[in-house]
């Protein structure tokens, strides 16, 4: 059996029904948007402020998911530009169904821009 990474995750979630489609999976709408939010943790951390969606790069789907799985969504700074950061989201779920399981349903590459209070983009500080 697979098992979470040791590492602190950016977002847990549990899925909710009122998340679900009619064939009772999860939206994958419902899950990028978690995604996205996991992503833009370590990007506001990095950018010392806001920062903005610019783009998802990549986005890929393993497995369904279902009302009741717990949803860990794993975050990191991969690259940073002047004012754009690229995040990696690993998405894990944790399925109490009888036995529990464990395994990576999805993986995404979103790019953030910092911005300032006006809403437009701004350098990013330097890196600690």
């Known amino acids: 059996m697979q098992e979470l990474p040791s590492i602190e995750p ?4 549990p899925a909710l029904v009122k998340d679900s489609n ?9 899950l990028m ?6 992503g833009s943790i370590p990007a506001l ?3 010392k402020g806001p920062v903005v969606t610019v783009s998802m790069h990549e986005m890929n ?3 369904p998911l279902f009302p009741g799985d717990l949803v860990s969504l794993y975050a990191k700074v991969i ?4 004012t754009s950061i690229r995040v ?6 944790q399925r109490y169904a009888g036995n529990m399981e464990c395994f990576k349903a999805a993986q995404a590459v979103i790019v953030y ?3 300032d209070k006006r809403g437009m983009k701004r350098d990013l500080p330097e890196a600690d």
């Open 45 to 47: 951390v990095r950018a």
């Open 61 to 63: 789907f393993y497995a």
């Open 33 to 38: 948007g978690q995604v996205d939010i996991a």
């Open 88 to 93: 990696h989201i690993d998405c894990w779920v």
């Open 10 to 13: 950016s977002l847990r979630v």
């Open 22 to 30: 009619p064939s009772g999976t999860m939206f994958g709408g419902w």
């Open 113 to 115: 821009v910092a911005i």
């Open 79 to 82: 690259a940073s530009g002047k």
